[in-house]
């Protein structure tokens, strides 16, 4: 029977592979030739990877008699599932213990209030009889401070800070318990050249702060103030949308009033100068000053303020630097010295008047030995009152002179001694001495 067509063709086919086969391999082309070896070469590289992959995934070798087994992991999974991945993580903060011997002639400083922890220049008894020594101690400002930083794929950096401290109001007395509530400090977000949160306030200058036993220092000559804000950095420039308060006194004196009526936040800009001597910074304020009350006799009035700062430091030597700001211009008060003067005062009609001030602060400092530094600063605020507005029981004007001497017996550990010399005079005339001796002892980690 003679084959069909289909199996003429296979047997076609196998007739042509096996001669094929048959041939010799010097008939083989020299590019045939290298791509054989290529994969030969190919295939040795896959087996050498396999046989190292197999290696790794083997198991352990059984421990030698009498070992002991290793200890379990600490964790087998990520403790922040919600974090970014490569988010980078810190926790820091320090441990401090003080001890404040207190005298003023003026009077004493009421029990348990913030003047008994570190110093409030509007605070300063006056008119009141000499007052013995009083010795506090506490541990109030003991800090934490948690961060996380991230940057992107696409490189945006997000960073944010939560800090607080212990001086967040007393839970228990002095009598046993000595408990504290925690305080926020900072608590704040930044998204590339943007902040968002509570941080140091922008017309502030804290590089330009002297070295301080006290929680400030310089108190009555720097300005001092954490709030909420919107902040923009490009370079140099930084400006800020902040938290507004009016502070008032009334007409012809009282009780001071705190007033949260402002429609506008408090716009600020600055501009730092970094050089290796140091820094230079400039700064404005633009405020709204508002208050507005209902039912009889109401008050509705808002004027606007401006004030102005330079700050900087100095470096004379790796050794020796000097530190100053100067503040001046309207409606400073709340911002200055822990709020010891009003931001405005009230007229006979209910109308806002700004009170104008002027203050500042210089410091020296010189490190005797890589362990051991000494500082002395000197602060200064006056206040230009009209007293037919105010009365004379407002503060005219506040100054100190302080000494201080840290030493660092081991890295992170600083002890220091601070010495202050303050006086506070009303525009009566009338004023009130302070003198204090401070020490500190402080753990950073």
């Not at 190292?52 to 379990?72: D, S, V, Y």
């Not at 203050?359 to 000494?374: E, I, M, N, Q, S």
């Not at 002890?415 to 005079?425: D, H, I, K, P, V």
Request: charged content about 20%.
């Amino acid at each position: 029977m003679a084959p069909t067509p289909k199996l003429r063709h296979c047997l076609l086919a196998l007739a042509i592979t096996a001669g094929l086969a048959a041939a010799p391999v010097s008939a083989q082309t020299a590019k045939e030739q290298e791509l054989e070896s290529r994969i030969a070469q190919l295939e040795k590289q896959l087996n050498d990877l396999m046989a190292e992959l197999k290696a790794k995934n083997a198991p352990p070798p059984p421990p030698a008699p009498g070992t002991p087994p290793p200890p379990p992991p600490i964790q087998v999974t990520t403790i922040t599932p919600n974090a970014n991945p490569g988010t980078r993580f810190f926790f820091s903060g320090f441990m401090r213990t003080e001890a404040l011997a207190t005298n003023t002639d003026g009077g004493e400083i009421p029990d348990s209030s913030a003047g008994r922890d570190l110093y409030v220049p509007g605070g300063i008894p006056v008119g009141g009889a000499d007052e013995g020594t009083d010795l506090n101690t506490h541990i109030k400002f003991s800090r934490y401070i948690f961060g996380v930083d991230h940057t992107t794929d696409a490189g945006d950096k997000l960073s944010a800070r939560l800090e607080g401290d212990v001086f967040g109001g007393a839970l228990g007395t002095q009598v046993a318990t000595n408990t504290y509530g925690l305080a926020v400090r900072h608590a704040w977000f930044s998204w590339n050249n943007w902040l968002f949160g509570q941080t140091w306030s922008n017309f502030m200058d804290p590089a330009a702060l002297p070295e301080a036993v006290d929680l400030v220092g310089p108190t009555e000559g720097t300005v001092f103030a954490r709030q909420p804000m919107i902040r923009y950095t490009s370079g140099n420039w930084s400006f800020s949308l902040e938290n507004p308060e009016t502070t008032i006194t009334p007409f012809r004196g009282g009780t001071r009033i705190q007033s949260d009526d402002n429609s506008l936040p408090d716009l600020t800009a600055r501009y730092r100068w970094t050089q290796p001597w140091g820094h230079l910074t400039a700064g404005v304020i633009l405020r709204q000053l508002a208050y507005e009350t209902t039912g009889t006799g109401a008050i509705d009035d808002t004027q606007m303020a401006f004030a102005g700062t330079v700050s900087g430091r100095y470096n004379f030597s790796p050794s020796t630097d000097l530190r100053f700001a100067l503040y001046g211009g309207q409606a400073i008060g709340r911002y200055i010295g822990l709020g010891v003067a009003s931001d405005a005062v009230l007229d006979a009609t209910g109308d806002l008047e700004a009170i104008d001030g002027l203050v500042g602060f210089v410091g020296l400092r010189h490190a005797f030995t890589p362990k051991t530094r000494f500082n002395i600063y000197y602060a200064t605020s006056s206040y230009d009152n009209d007293v037919n507005l105010t009365g004379n029981a407002v503060t005219e004007s506040v100054d100190s002179l302080s000494f201080n001497i840290f030493h660092t017996p081991t890295p992170r550990l600083d002890l220091g001694a601070e010495l202050r010399f303050a006086n506070r005079e009303l525009e009566s005339g009338a004023d009130g001495d302070l003198t204090r001796l401070h020490l500190v002892a402080r753990y950073s980690f």
